[in-house]
């Protein structure tokens, strides 16, 4: 035991932040989100402010690791752990939206096996763009473009599973002055 630990109550086991990052698995900027979100309430020293972490504080830290791990939402996980939703509820909600995600990536993953083949010079970037905004019409990938630009914005995480490659392509079409790309763009951020 480290001897920064305290003792709570009866010999309950408080630990810093460091403790609690190695327990958990979690780094200290998310465990200090996640107070910020409310989904965990650690005590404070009196005497320096240092936040103390309780048994009950890491247990729910290793949820909130698990379920972040499966890509549900925080305010699920917070409704999870407060008891407003039941386990196999949360846990089909969660299912459904990672099929719809699935289905999404399905369709960019088809987009780039139909022009694999070709050369750049030869793209039709308008019709590829057109194609796009008809895919993104149906719920194909590239309408999260837009909301996780956004995210960004706000300073929210990517989700690497998909932002990090629309952000990329949005990145690489600015840079090559694909005007064009962002009138799809610009109209779904009104």
Do not use: W
């Amino acid at each position: 035991m480290n001897q920064k630990s305290e003792r709570k109550g009866r010999g309950a086991i408080m630990k810093n932040i460091k403790e609690a990052e190695a327990e958990s698995g979690i780094n200290k900027q998310n465990i200090r989100y996640y107070e910020k979100m409310g989904l965990i309430h650690p005590d404070r020293n009196t005497i320096n402010g240092y936040r103390k972490y309780s048994e009950e504080d890491i247990r729910r830290l290793k949820f909130i690791y698990l379920f972040r791990k499966l890509d549900m939402p925080l305010e699920e996980i917070r409704n999870l752990l407060d008891g407003a939703i039941d386990l196999p509820t949360a846990l089909a909600q969660q299912k459904d939206r990672l099929k719809a995600e699935q289905e999404r990536i399905q369709g960019a993953i088809l987009f780039c096996e139909g022009i694999q083949e070709r050369k750049l010079e030869e793209l039709d970037i308008d019709n590829c763009l057109q194609k796009m905004e008809a895919e993104a019409k149906r719920g194909s990938l590239f309408a999260n473009i837009l909301y996780d630009y956004k995210r960004v914005i706000k300073g929210e995480s990517i989700r690497v599973c998909s932002g990090l490659l629309e952000l990329s392509i949005c990145l690489f079409m600015r840079k090559r002055n694909f005007k064009s790309s962002f009138v799809f763009l610009t109209k779904a951020l009104q």
